[in-house]
């Protein structure tokens, strides 16, 4: 961030949050010219769409800056309900996160700012921090300072142009001293409780109640490798790779979800060991600190948010797509999940897991 701005003008996303609005405020007090921007996701009664529209109204207006809200409910429709229920219903579990970022947020965000707000410069109240390589040309996606909130994870997809655009006010500090700042600019939403999960998952209830509203209960078998019958489901959807607990099957053993046969309409089970693999396919890459390397790299790699970092070989292949090699063989490796490698804090790259 520069120090001698003057009165740079910034496009702040406000969810309502705590995070987003100290973000909006760090900026105001440093002397940027801010602007507030709520973006309307979801049809009908939506945490963020209801209870934050209305928190991100009032800070705008306790900070005395502009709010304009957004209405791309028929994006959030397409890119993320309507993904959501074509992956469940494919038999795999996709996360709606890091495409919602791309295409949902800071994509519009940033158009919105240019077309109609004569602004380039978008923020957000995410942990993560931007760091630019003069060497290179390339903008880094690193992890923030604060590893407990980090997200960028969840932002692996951005492409150059929205990083170059974007500025993250949090990255280096820690969610304490986010409170704590929100608390001494008496924002309102300095004790706000934190969203503890997806917004589609607290607007339903939970992401069984959300996908009952589109898709029908479909009763099938629950089997084991050899195609013996254990139990019964009502649809492969409301199943996860690695999952244990909710099958409704009494065994000698921990029984966990291995595959997921769609096609068959089929939940097959398995020991541990099963639901453990070596390896796996990464599809739809997206190359953020690095350009794409010619040869296999050495990395870590997360396969879910909250997963540790694993050592792994990365080995490109063509289409956008990778293989990633792990020292040792990990558990639960889900597609439709993302799969990000790092080199330290370092965002190198990430994708979507295929298989």
């Known amino acids: 961030m520069p120090s001698n701005h003057g009165m740079n003008k910034v496009v702040v996303g406000l969810s309502g949050g705590v995070d987003s609005s100290t973000a909006a405020a760090l900026l105001h007090n440093q002397g940027y010219e801010v602007i507030g921007l709520t973006l309307w996701l979801m049809k009908g009664k939506g945490q963020c769409c209801s209870e934050g529209m209305i928190d991100a109204a009032y800070l705008c207006e306790q900070l005395g800056i502009p709010h304009h809200v957004v209405d791309i409910r028929e994006v959030f429709q397409t890119n993320i309900v309507d993904y959501l229920v074509a992956g469940y219903s494919a038999g795999i579990t996709p996360l709606p996160?890091?495409?919602?970022?791309?295409?949902?947020?800071?994509?519009?965000?940033?158009?919105?700012?240019?077309?109609?707000?004569?602004?380039?410069?978008?923020?957000?109240?995410?942990?993560?921090?931007?760091?630019?390589?003069?060497?290179?040309?390339?903008?880094?996606?690193?992890?923030?300072?604060?590893?407990?909130?980090?997200?960028?994870?969840?932002?692996?997809?951005?492409?150059?142009?929205?990083?170059?655009?974007?500025?993250?006010?949090?990255?280096?500090?820690?969610?304490?001293?986010?409170?704590?700042?929100?608390?001494?600019?008496?924002?309102?939403?300095?004790?706000?409780?934190?969203?503890?999960?997806?917004?589609?998952?607290?607007?339903?209830?939970?992401?069984?109640?959300?996908?009952?509203?589109?898709?029908?209960?479909?009763?099938?078998?629950?089997?084991?490798?050899?195609?013996?019958?254990?139990?019964?489901?009502?649809?492969?959807?409301?199943?996860?790779?690695?999952?244990?607990?909710?099958?409704?099957?009494?065994?000698?053993?921990?029984?966990?979800?291995?595959?997921?046969?769609?096609?068959?309409?089929?939940?097959?089970?398995?020991?541990?060991?099963?639901?453990?693999?070596?390896?796996?396919?990464?599809?739809?890459?997206?190359?953020?600190?690095?350009?794409?390397?010619?040869?296999?790299?050495?990395?870590?790699?997360?396969i879910r948010y909250r997963s540790n970092p694993a050592p792994v070989t990365v080995i490109p292949l063509e289409n956008s797509r990778v293989r990633i090699v792990f020292d040792e063989p990990q558990f639960s490796i889900t597609p439709g999940q993302a799969a990000v490698w790092y080199d330290g804090d370092r965002v190198l790259g990430g994708g979507i897991i295929e298989s």
């Open 97 to 302: 996160c890091s495409q919602c970022n791309k295409t949902v947020k800071f994509g519009p965000m940033l158009q919105y700012a240019q077309e109609h707000l004569g602004c380039d410069k978008i923020a957000t109240g995410h942990y993560a921090r931007i760091i630019y390589d003069p060497t290179t040309g390339r903008y880094q996606l690193h992890r923030a300072f604060d590893r407990n909130k980090d997200q960028s994870y969840f932002l692996y997809d951005l492409s150059q142009d929205l990083l170059a655009a974007s500025v993250f006010p949090l990255g280096e500090i820690q969610k304490t001293e986010t409170r704590k700042i929100a608390a001494e600019y008496e924002l309102k939403t300095a004790d706000k409780p934190e969203s503890q999960d997806l917004c589609l998952v607290e607007t339903n209830g939970s992401m069984k109640a959300f996908l009952d509203k589109y898709l029908a209960p479909k009763q099938g078998d629950i089997v084991d490798t050899g195609g013996k019958i254990l139990g019964k489901h009502d649809g492969v959807h409301h199943y996860t790779i690695g999952q244990r607990k909710g099958l409704g099957i009494a065994a000698a053993e921990p029984l966990y979800v291995i595959g997921l046969d769609a096609v068959n309409n089929r939940v097959i089970v398995g020991d541990r060991t099963l639901a453990t693999q070596p390896e796996c396919s990464v599809a739809q890459v997206n190359w953020v600190s690095i350009a794409e390397p010619s040869t296999p790299i050495p990395a870590e790699a997360q």
